[in-house]
């Protein structure tokens, strides 16, 4: 609307206002004061017109609407407390966050073979022999702030026994380790059982007492090396009431000092490792106690001891070792040699060997396990029932043992091992052994001394989680 259109619409609204009283007007004086009255209203009109010019351009880009109040931000939702949860990883685990972890562990292991006797033999602990080699059970975690568990009995001979015990806490490449433990021997003695290129260790493993003790350790863990040490006394069960006497018990004082050390590069395609360990016992009051070195015939149905020597007392031990193996592809190789030297009350201090070097090859294409330091389980490339037969592994082993010295005479042995192993699921494997052991000075029977042969064969199937 124009100027002049607001103007002449305002005059028409006030004449319409005034009509009734023009025409009611009677007089001059009423004339006079109607045209007061509408210059009165001229003048409002115009006062209107001035401020509607002033409010125009206000009116014409009004000021955008004053923003909303922000909405209030929603209260974040509480947050779920950690869920357990559970995997299988051979076993069931179970699993809470990244710091608690619970697992149960165990294996069965079933043996059966057979002894060949020598010529004039009338040990009846030879011939066939069968037994359940082990039947454990156990678990094994973690909680939070680092700390660990592991533990395992383990039913053999008849009897339950403890096998591992202990806890343990880890920092960065650091872990303590404190109860009954593996003091860190050789590699044989250290790879897992349902690992092993064979039915049993090397000789000497036996023959010169290596066995889980109890005690501290603190062990480093490298990018590919690892140092360990650390001090113990015995183990558990000799430690136990039930033993108390001259042998054990209470009145079992024995310590010893081990350390073990290993390097692992990888070269190319090859896993290399070279290790070194060394151990040295007080028998404390034990040597009050007579002590025997002396090794089955392979197989541990038998209770029989071709290589053995004289019962005699043993003040303190000194034990280093060697070690070597490789890993390349589906071949292995690995070989030890281990010192014992016993220190006699009488003063003699004869120093038994023993050694071993083994070669493998996987006939399915799979690699030896291998991890920090020792051998691990394999993974079956094709497993029994998903398109394969399983994983097939053969083994040659050549096993020593010295037990004579410095007037002591325990015998040796050669021994010339050979395995197959099938293992047709991760986690399950049969395993046929043979074994031809020449004896030089080995006790044939009681009180006789002779040169002989045996042959052995075995069989274990077995389970492990």
């Known amino acids: 609307m124009t100027d002049w259109g607001k103007r002449l619409a305002l005059l028409m609204a006030a004449s319409a206002l005034c009509a009734p009283g023009l025409a009611l007007a009677q007089s001059a004086d009423d004339v006079a004061a109607l045209r007061a009255e509408i210059q009165r209203l001229k003048d409002q009109v115009s006062t209107l017109e001035t401020r509607l010019d002033a409010m125009a351009p206000a009116l014409a880009n009004p000021a955008p609407p004053a923003a909303a109040p922000a909405p209030m931000a929603a209260a974040a939702p509480p947050k779920p407390a950690d869920q357990t949860k559970i995997a299988w990883k051979g076993a069931p685990e179970m699993s809470q966050s990244s710091e608690w972890l619970f697992k149960i562990r165990g294996r069965i292991q079933a043996d059966?073979?057979?002894?060949?006797?020598?010529?004039?033999?009338?040990?009846?602990?030879?011939?066939?022999?069968?037994e359940m080699r082990r039947a454990r059970i156990g678990a094994?975690?973690?909680?939070?702030?680092?700390?660990?568990?592991?533990?395992?009995?383990?039913?053999?001979?008849?009897?339950?026994?403890?096998?591992?015990?202990?806890?343990?806490y880890a920092h960065g490449p650091m872990t303590v380790m404190v109860g009954?433990?593996?003091?860190?021997?050789?590699?044989?003695?250290?790879?897992?059982?349902?690992?092993?290129?064979?039915?049993?260790?090397?000789?000497?493993?036996?023959?010169?007492?290596?066995e889980r003790r109890v005690g501290a350790s603190i062990t480093y863990m490298g990018k590919a090396f690892t140092v360990s040490g650390g001090g113990f006394t015995d183990n558990v069960g000799d430690l136990s009431n039930a033993v108390d006497g001259p042998s054990g018990g209470d009145e079992n004082n024995s310590y010893s000092v081990d350390a073990r050390s290993v390097w692992f590069p990888v070269a190319g395609k090859t896993?290399?490792?070279?290790?070194?360990?060394?151990?040295?016992?007080?028998?404390g009051d034990l040597s009050r106690a007579l002590t025997r070195y002396r090794q089955r015939p392979f197989l541990h149905g038998t209770n029989t001891r071709f290589l053995t020597t004289d019962a005699f007392n043993v003040q303190s031990e000194l034990g280093y070792g060697a070690e070597f193996a490789a890993v390349r592809g589906s071949l292995h190789v690995a070989a030890e040699a281990a010192w014992l030297r016993a220190d006699m009350v009488s003063g003699e201090r004869p120093t038994f060997f023993g050694?071993?070097?083994?070669?493998?090859?996987?006939?399915?294409?799979?690699?030896?396990?291998?991890?920090?330091?020792?051998?691990?389980?394999?993974?079956?490339?094709r497993p029994l029932g998903k398109g394969g037969m399983g994983a097939f592994q053969v083994n040659l082993r050549y096993d020593y043992l010295d037990l004579s010295d410095d007037g002591v005479i325990g015998g040796k042995q050669d021994a010339y091992l050979a395995s197959l192993i099938w293992t047709p699921v991760d986690l399950m494997r049969v395993s046929l052994n043979y074994g031809w052991l020449d004896y030089h000075d080995a006790l044939r029977s009681s009180g006789v001394r002779d040169d002989f042969g045996v042959s052995t064969v075995g069989m274990r199937a077995e389970i492990d989680f």
Request: proline share 3%; charged share 25%; glycine share 14%.
């Open 140 to 168: 094994e975690g973690t909680m939070p702030g680092g700390f660990g568990y592991k533990i395992e009995a383990d039913y053999s001979d008849n009897q339950v026994e403890m096998v591992d015990a202990y806890l343990t």
């Open 271 to 283: 896993q290399l490792h070279f290790g070194g360990s060394v151990h040295w016992r007080d028998r």
């Open 355 to 381: 050694s071993y070097g083994e070669i493998g090859y996987y006939l399915t294409g799979e690699t030896r396990g291998y991890k920090n330091g020792i051998f691990a389980r394999t993974k079956v490339r």
């Open 112 to 130: 059966i073979g057979y002894v060949d006797a020598p010529r004039a033999s009338t040990d009846r602990g030879l011939g066939s022999v069968s």
């Open 180 to 210: 009954q433990q593996n003091p860190g021997w050789s590699l044989d003695e250290l790879t897992s059982d349902s690992g092993t290129s064979f039915m049993e260790r090397a000789a000497f493993t036996d023959a010169f007492e290596f």
